[in-house]
C-alpha cells in the first residue's frame, strides 16, 4: 500500500465544499495525493480537488468519450481503465488522463467506397498486425469486443464488425494499448458507415422525413418557434405532449399529429 499522509490536507476545488462529516479518500493525480470524497466521480472529484477541465471533458454522461483514464490501485501492477465521469473514486488510486491518443485516421472518399471489405483494408492495412493479444478489449471502458470486431474486419465481416463495436464511443483507450498500432476505433467507425450506407435496408419512413424537411414542410413550425419569447417557449415546452417512460414500443402517439 502507499503511504498516506499523516495529516492529509482536504482540498477544496472553487466548486465544491466538503459537506460536514463526509469521509475522504486519497487519490493521486500525476503522482500528488489529494484528499476528495469519496462519493466522486473520478472527474467530480479532479475538480473538486482544483483541477478544471479545459478538454478532456464533454457529455459528463458516459457517451462523447472525451474522458478516459487509466488508473492503477497503490500495491497492484495491474492497470485499469473507466471513464473519469462514470467511475468512482476508490481510495489510493493513481490516475492519469488520456483525452486524446495519437492514432492513424485514413482520409477517404466516402462517396467512392462501396461495400466491399478490400476498401478498409487498402486504408487500414495494419488490421493485420493484430496479434490477437485482446490488450485492446481488456481497455474498453464500454465492454465492446474490440478483438471481436478486428477479427471479424480482418475477415471481410463489414456488418459483424458494425454491430459489435456499436457501443464505441470513440475514446481511443483501445488503440493506446494495440502492439500492433491499430487505430481499432476509427476502423471501426469507417464500418459502421460503409454498413449503414451501403449494406444495410434503407428505412422509408426516414427518406419521407428527409423529404419532408427538404420541401420546407417544417419551416412555418420552425418560424413560428423562433418568434416566441423565452417566457411562451418556455410554457410550450413544459404543456408539451410527452411519450410515457415506460410506453410499450408503438403503442404511443401524440393527439396532435399536424407536424408529423
Ligand atoms: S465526459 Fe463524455 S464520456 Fe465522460
Not at 462514470?86 to 483525452?99: G, S
Request: charged share 25%; glycine share 8%; with cysteine.
Amino acid at each position: 500500500m502507499c503511504e498516506i499522509s499523516k495529516t492529509p490536507k482536504v482540498a477544496t476545488g472553487d466548486r465544491a465544499i466538503l459537506p460536514e462529516g463526509a469521509k475522504t479518500i486519497p487519490i493521486y493525480v500525476m503522482g500528488k495525493q489529494y484528499q476528495v470524497p469519496e462519493t466522486l466521480t473520478i472527474m467530480k472529484a479532479m475538480e473538486f480537488a482544483g483541477f478544471r477541465f479545459l478538454r478532456g471533458a464533454g457529455c459528463r454522461g458516459g457517451i462523447c468519450g472525451a474522458c478516459p483514464t487509466v488508473f492503477r490501485m497503490a500495491g497492484d501492477y495491474k492497470l485499469h481503465f473507466g471513464l473519469a465521469c462514470q467511475t468512482v473514486v476508490e481510495a489510493d488510486m493513481y490516475l492519469a488522463q488520456i483525452p486524446f491518443f495519437p492514432a492513424n485516421r485514413a482520409t477517404y472518399n466516402f462517396a467512392e467506397m462501396g461495400q466491399a471489405a478490400d476498401a478498409i483494408h487498402a486504408l487500414y492495412p495494419e488490421l493485420f498486425r493484430c496479434v490477437a493479444c485482446n490488450l485492446c478489449t481488456k481497455a474498453c471502458p464500454m465492454d465492446v469486443d474490440v478483438l471481436g470486431y478486428v477479427s471479424a474486419l480482418k475477415q471481410g465481416n463489414i456488418e459483424k464488425a458494425a454491430r459489435i463495436s456499436f457501443d464505441c464511443i470513440q475514446c481511443g483507450l483501445c488503440a493506446s494499448r494495440c502492439m500492433g498500432e491499430i487505430p481499432q476505433y476509427h476502423v471501426a467507425q469507417l464500418a459502421r458507415r460503409v454498413f449503414a450506407r451501403y449494406i444495410q435496408p434503407q428505412a422509408e419512413h426516414l427518406k419521407n422525413r428527409v423529404t419532408d424537411i427538404e420541401a420546407g414542410k417544417f419551416d412555418p413550425m420552425l418560424d413560428e418557434l423562433s418568434g416566441m419569447s423565452k417566457e411562451d417557449l418556455e410554457k410550450r415546452y413544459v404543456a408539451r405532449e410527452r411519450e410515457p417512460d415506460m410506453a410499450e414500443a408503438g403503442s404511443w402517439a401524440p393527439q396532435d399529429t399536424s407536424h408529423l
